[in-house]
Nanobody, 118 residues
Framework: QVNLVESGGGLVQPGGSLRLSCVFSGSKFKFESFIMGWYRQAPGKQREFITR???????NTAESVKGRFTMSRDNGKDMVFLQMNDLKPEDTAVYYC??????????WGQGTQVTVSS
């Protein structure tokens, strides 16, 4: 079983920044074998893809956040990060960490709330 724990959410003013973190744990599985990603879900909307990163650090990012959000991973600490800059009210959502492996399946964190408001 893989456990993902997000942190770093909160209330921020428009134009501000936040950095989300996600810790991966699961002694049976290797962090490097998973493609890690971030998704978000706003009230009344479907969960949407934001960005993902391969074990080698190659990223794929949604157009809606490209240039503002950057994902990174630290394979030594089994962690991923989401740096969010120039935040807008429409970025308000619950942000979820995601782990995906063709052989081990996919897993979700419990989510962390991000609210962008003045």
């Amino acid at each position: 079983q893989v456990n993902l724990v997000e942190s770093g959410g909160g209330l921020v003013q428009p134009g501000g920044s936040l950095r989300l973190s996600c810790v991966f744990s699961g002694s049976k599985f290797k962090f490097e074998s998973f493609i890690m990603g971030w998704y978000r879900q706003a009230p009344g909307k479907q969960r949407e893809f934001i960005t993902r990163i391969s074990s080698g650090g190659i990223t794929n990012t949604a157009e809606s956040v490209k240039g503002r959000f950057t994902m990174s991973r630290d394979n030594g600490k089994d962690m991923v990060f989401l740096q969010m800059n120039d935040l807008k009210p429409e970025d308000t959502a619950v942000y979820y960490c995601h782990a995906d492996s063709a052989s081990e399946g996919e897993y979700w964190g419990q989510g962390t709330q991000v609210t962008v408001s003045s």
